[in-house]
């Protein structure tokens, strides 16, 4: 299973682009590549995923690279509620369902 | 309304007192899966079932039951509870399995053992 690495924790501004970056340096080739969201006391929350180059949704975008031993999830124009925990996951796309949350990235959001 | 419910939503025991939180969801999901959340450790899965009868371990599967009769319920079982079982715990589903499908959390259980 592969592990991820991700910042504790970051800070940005309202109005700003923030790039969350997870290391999964032993990243395996059926692995797909998912973000969560959680706020305090509440379950995560599916954010996007993606298994190659660029994926983008309504709230978010992940870039992988060709390599796939990183991902960065990028968050345009954040905003006070933005604030919360982010978590990478990477897992089996052949449906073994054992995976790893991290300990995931405390992203605070200032005025 | 699409959704996980978890019961109880907090509880506190005392060592050893058998105890059951039920899982149930409405979506018609194959896969369900418990995990448990503790301070700086992030979430870490506990048990998961990929289907009705068909259960398997997670990372932290000791002192812990699970059992998959019905589609919709998943119950995790506390024998003998322990005060390193207290937890914040989180029951999901999701339609096509933890890695590769959108999971749906539930709002989580709060256990305290005493």
């Known amino acids: 299973l592969a592990k991820t690495t991700q910042p504790i924790s970051m800070d940005s501004y309202e109005g700003q682009e923030v790039n969350i970056t997870c290391s999964h340096n032993?990243?395996?080739?059926?692995?797909?590549i998912t973000w969560y969201q959680q706020f305090p006391s509440q379950g995560p929350r599916f954010i996007i995923q993606?298994?190659?180059t660029k994926v983008t949704n309504e709230v978010a975008s992940l870039f992988i690279p060709a390599d796939r031993k990183s991902s960065t999830l990028s968050l345009p124009r954040v905003s006070l509620s933005d604030t919360a925990v982010y978590y990478c996951?990477?897992?089996?796309?052949?449906?073994?369902?054992?995976?790893?949350f991290g300990s995931g990235t405390r992203l605070s959001i200032q005025p | 309304e699409a959704q996980v419910t978890q019961n109880p939503r907090y509880l506190i025991t005392v060592t050893g007192k058998k105890l059951t939180v039920t899982c149930s969801q409405n979506?018609?999901?194959?896969?369900m899966s418990w995990y448990r959340q503790d301070p700086g450790l992030g979430l870490r899965q506990i048990y998961y079932?990929?289907?009705?009868?068909?259960?398997d371990k997670g990372d932290v599967p000791e002192g812990y039951k699970v059992s998959r009769k019905e589609k919709r319920n998943f119950p995790l079982i506390l024998e003998s509870p322990s005060p390193n079982q207290t937890s914040l715990y989180f029951c999901?589903?999701?339609?096509?399995?933890?890695?590769?499908?959108?999971?749906?959390f539930g709002e989580g259980s709060r256990l305290t053992v005493l």
């Open positions: 999901a589903s999701s339609s096509t399995g933890a890695a590769t499908g959108e999971l749906f």
């Open positions: 032993n990243i395996a080739t059926n692995d797909y």
């Open positions: 993606g298994y190659k």
């Open positions: 996951l990477v897992g089996d796309m052949r449906g073994a369902s054992k995976i790893i």
């Open positions: 979506m018609n999901h194959e896969y």
């Open positions: 079932s990929m289907n009705v009868e068909v259960t």
